[in-house]
């Protein structure tokens, strides 16, 4: 069974940083394209960052130059660095993995991040 365990969330105050991680166990992590998904209370999951097998990255706009993604296949792990968070970026955040060639995608179970002062 494949698994995704994100970790790293919190409550942070405005103009704060967290740094969320994801492991994955159970597949072969080189070939995902990986990705932090978060959903705020009464919105529809969305896309803040993803980056590909080849090491591409894409953000939504919402959050361009201020966070990062990164992973390390070594650790079959995914990163996400925030910076200069803002209450706008208060949601339960996603880790996922897509291989795309095998339409085989999985999720993990979130993890809460609280911008607030």
């Known amino acids: 069974q494949v698994q995704l365990v994100e970790s790293g969330g919190g409550l942070v105050q405005p103009g704060g940083s967290l740094r969320l991680s994801c492991v994955g166990s159970?597949?072969?992590?080189?070939?995902?394209?990986m990705g932090w998904y978060r959903q705020a209370p009464g919105k529809q999951r969305e896309l803040v960052a993803l980056i590909t097998d080849g090491g591409s990255t894409n953000y939504a706009d919402s959050v361009k130059g201020r966070f990062t993604i990164s992973r390390d296949n070594a650790k079959s792990s995914v990163y996400l660095q925030m910076t200069s968070l803002n209450p706008g970026d208060t949601a339960v955040y996603y880790c996922n993995a897509l291989w795309r060639a095998a339409g085989r995608t999985y999720w993990g179970q979130g993890t809460q991040v609280t911008v607030s002062s």
């Open positions: 159970r597949l072969t992590f080189r070939l995902y394209d």
